[in-house]
């Protein structure tokens, strides 16, 4: 009898143990992803606010400039100005100079002075504008003309979307990441109800496993397994998860996806491929 009491708490011990273990060690998908979505969130919130202090910045910039434009336009005004004075004074000053008619008082010395300094003072202003403006000779440098625009012709008929599938699918060919994810995304923005959609949402996931940002992958492969539930990039896209959690260190959540892509869809390649990752990872 008391070997019986001794055999039950033995065994009431083992289930306790496993069951601590259980919880202790399994990690939901839905809990990493949760993680994932909130780095992810925190990531975005930080590129708007950069975003926002750069447009601040070049609105400022935008402001000084135009401020600056128009100091120079009152500058070039002034110059104006200042060169229509300059002128009567030296027609003034021919005039003091003048030899006077018979009967006339003669031209004053202080009257010929002051019109003497006052253009030499209008010249020098003259040309402290003219070096601030950067003009040559006085004169203001002409305005370019604004280049004609080089606007794609009309008649070029725009792409159909098998053609923007083939560049994309060869753009990732090429190892060129950035350009196939650009170019899958221009497929779904175009034809969101498109028989591609799902392979070029799966895509773009490959784009950033291959880049080996494999959080942002899984949450690409997401997308695929919840918007085309019905496509044929499913499995994939679990067997993938899979490898991404591998990667990122998670043997927990790979494993789980690894026997879900065994459990349903049993026939498939990526079964298989997960069966064999199942083998290294126990």
Known sequence: MRTLGVFFTAAAVVLLAAGCATRRDVVTIDTRLSEIEMRESEERRRREEFAKAREANEAAIRQMAASLRAQMDELRDELRGFRGRLEELEFARQQAKAPSGEGSAPPREDRWQRLEESAQQLSQRIARIEEHLKLDSGAAAPTRPPEPSRIRPESAAAPSEQELYSRAKQ???QGNMLQARRSFEEILQRYP??????????????????EKAYEKAILEYQKVIEKYPKGNKVPAALLKQGYAFLALGDKVNSRLLFEEVIRKHPQTAEARAAAEKLKEIR
């Open 171 to 173: 753009f990732f060919d």
């Open 193 to 210: 109800r498109s028989e591609n959609a799902d392979n070029a949402q799966f895509w773009i996931a490959e784009t950033f496993y291959r």
